[in-house]
């Protein structure tokens, strides 16, 4: 294929993610919404890092890293790439709990910025299980393992999508597979995107936990509680909407639980 057609290829192809993402909004009445409130949380809590000192430099690299992937995995399930999406929110948790062993620890910080590259140190294996310690650990760990799940990639489409064909005259790519995830339930579809809302919440209060000496006010702390309430609530009142099946209603309604 010559340069000019792999330009119109990657263009197309972009038109496609732009016209997936439109449809996929479609699906959700309300839970754009409550992903754009996870967006403007972030944002406040990025306005307030400034003014924190340097000992908390390593846990606001890590929560930069956390909005990074946050961000990304909503592109991605936007787009229906759901291995992608849960790909990125493993890395979310993985960080939160380096976040939540490391905290203003400076030889644990320390341990985490210089990480081993290949046979991992006593140390090391340490500072992980330390990710999992008090309330906040254990209401992530069990959603860290289920996103390492969830997030293998569809091999069998990776490996068939290069059968596509580019119908110049039409302006068209024809696949023999297609490149997004289908769901057939949108039940199912939804219940995904408020596990990963959810997440995000719980998140969001590790932050004020592990940041609650260097805010001087409770604004941000405040503005969880207000909107996680106010999420918990739509989800009693649209449960049903969300998803039908009896397991994994309620393992939707255990994730989204704050820690007590």
Request: with cysteine; glycine share 2%.
């Amino acid at each position: 294929m010559e340069k000019k057609d792999n330009r119109f290829y990657i263009k197309e192809f972009a038109r496609l993610e732009n016209e997936e993402i439109e449809k996929t909004l479609l699906d959700f009445p309300n839970e754009e919404t409550w992903m754009i409130e996870i967006f403007k949380l972030i944002q406040f809590f990025e306005k307030s890092d400034l003014r924190m000192g340097t000992k908390w430099r390593t846990s606001i690299l890590l929560s930069q890293v956390i909005s990074k992937e946050i961000l990304l995995c909503f592109l991605s399930f936007l787009r229906k790439h759901t291995s992608q999406a849960y790909s990125c929110m493993r890395s979310a948790i993985e960080a939160a709990g380096f976040m939540n062993a490391i905290r203003i620890d400076e030889k644990k910080a320390r341990i985490w910025m210089k990480k081993p590259l290949e046979k991992e140190d006593e140390e090391f294996k340490k500072l992980q299980r330390e990710r999992w310690i008090g309330d906040f650990g254990q209401t992530l760990k069990p959603k860290y393992k289920l996103a390492s799940e969830m997030c293998h990639p569809n091999l069998f489409k990776t490996v068939h999508w290069t059968k596509s064909k580019l119908d110049k005259d039409n302006k068209r790519i024809i696949d023999s597979f297609s490149f997004f995830d289908e769901f057939k339930n949108k039940k199912i579809f939804r219940s995904t995107m408020n596990y990963l809302i959810g997440t995000c919440f719980n998140i969001l209060e590790l932050y004020c936990d592990v940041f609650a000496e260097a805010f001087q006010k409770n604004d941000f702390k405040n503005k969880i509680n207000e909107k996680f309430d106010n999420y918990k609530k739509y989800l009693q009142e649209n449960v049903k909407d969300i998803i039908s099946n009896p397991e994994l209603l309620k393992s939707l309604t255990k994730i989204n639980e704050k820690p007590s």
